[in-house]
C-alpha cells in the first residue's frame, strides 16, 4: 500500500517537473505588467540586500557578481529600482538648481536634465531590471559614475573590460553606448539592463500612449512640455537604446 502511494505520488512530482520548464517559459512570455509597474507606481517584490531587483533578474546578478570576484572585481550596485518619487525628486532638485541657480530658461533647464536623467515615469530603474555598477575594490573619489573613470587610466577600467566581455552571457546589456550614431541619453558606461525582463517591459511600455501617460503627471516645468519635445524624447531617450534591448 506505502509503494503503491509513493510510486503515484513519485509519478505525479515527475510529469510536472517534465512539463514545468515549459509552463515557466510560456508565463514568463505572457506576463502582463501594469502601467503602474512599467511607471516605477507600484510595489513590486524586490530581492536581495542593496541589490534591490526583481527575483530573475536577482539571481543573474549574483551568479556574474561570483563569475568576476575570480577576476578580482566586485560588482557594486550604486543604483538599482528606484520607483516613481525617487525620480521625482531627483528631477525637481536638478530642475530647481538649473533655473534657480543657473537661471536657465525652462525648456534649456529640461534638456540639460535630461542629458542623464529621466522624466519620472519613464525611468527604466522603475523596472527591476536595470544597474548602475562599479567596482567595490577600486578607491576613488568624487562621483563614481563619471564616463571617464571607466575608461584607460580610470578605476573602473577593469569592470568595464570584464563586462565587455561577460555581460551578455548572464542577460546583463549596456542601454546606453558609446555609439556616435545614438541620440538620447549620453553615453553611460555604468548602466547594465537584464534583457529577459526589460525588453518584454519595454515593448509593453511602448504599446502605450507614452506622451499621454507623461502629460498626465504633474511635475514640475512640466507645462513647458511641447507635443514635438515629447515626442523626439520618446524617439530619442527611450527607444534609441543599444539594439539588444529591443
Ligand atoms: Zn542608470
Do not use: C
Not at 513590486?44 to 561570483?66: P, T
Not at 560588482?75 to 538648481?97: A, C, D, H, P, T
Request: neutral net charge.
Amino acid at each position: 500500500m506505502q509503494r503503491r502511494s509513493f510510486i503515484l505520488k513519485s509519478g505525479i512530482i515527475g510529469a510536472a517537473a517534465l512539463t514545468a520548464p515549459h509552463l515557466i517559459f510560456a508565463q514568463d512570455e505572457e506576463t502582463e505588467y501594469s502601467v503602474y509597474e512599467l511607471m516605477g507606481q507600484a510595489d513590486i517584490e524586490l530581492y536581495g540586500k542593496d541589490i534591490n531587483l526583481r527575483k530573475e533578474a536577482y539571481e543573474a546578478f549574483k551568479k556574474m557578481k561570483v563569475a568576476a570576484y575570480s577576476a578580482g572585481i566586485d560588482l557594486k550596485i550604486v543604483s538599482s529600482y528606484r520607483n516613481f518619487r525617487r525620480q521625482e525628486g531627483i528631477w525637481e532638485r536638478k530642475y530647481i538648481k538649473y533655473t534657480d541657480n543657473q537661471n536657465l530658461k525652462p525648456l534649456d533647464a529640461i534638456e540639460k536634465i535630461i542629458e542623464y536623467s529621466t522624466i519620472p515615469g519613464t525611468s527604466r530603474h522603475h523596472w527591476g531590471t536595470d544597474i548602475d555598477i562599479i567596482d567595490g575594490y577600486q578607491k576613488t573619489n568624487g562621483d563614481v559614475l563619471v564616463p571617464s573613470k571607466f575608461e584607460e587610466g580610470g578605476p573602473f577600467k577593469e569592470l568595464k573590460k570584464w563586462m565587455d566581455e561577460n555581460a551578455n552571457d548572464f542577460g546583463f546589456h549596456l542601454v546606453y553606448t558609446n555609439d556616435k550614431k545614438r541620440r538620447g541619453f549620453k553615453y553611460e558606461p555604468w548602466h547594465y539592463s537584464y534583457a529577459p525582463i526589460s525588453k518584454p517591459m519595454l515593448e509593453q511600455f511602448r504599446g502605450k500612449n507614452i506622451m499621454r501617460l507623461i502629460q498626465e503627471q504633474e511635475l514640475l516645468g512640466s507645462e513647458h512640455f511641447t507635443a514635438g519635445f515629447l515626442r523626439s524624447y520618446i524617439v530619442n531617450n527611450i527607444l534609441d537604446i543599444n539594439p539588444d534591448l529591443l
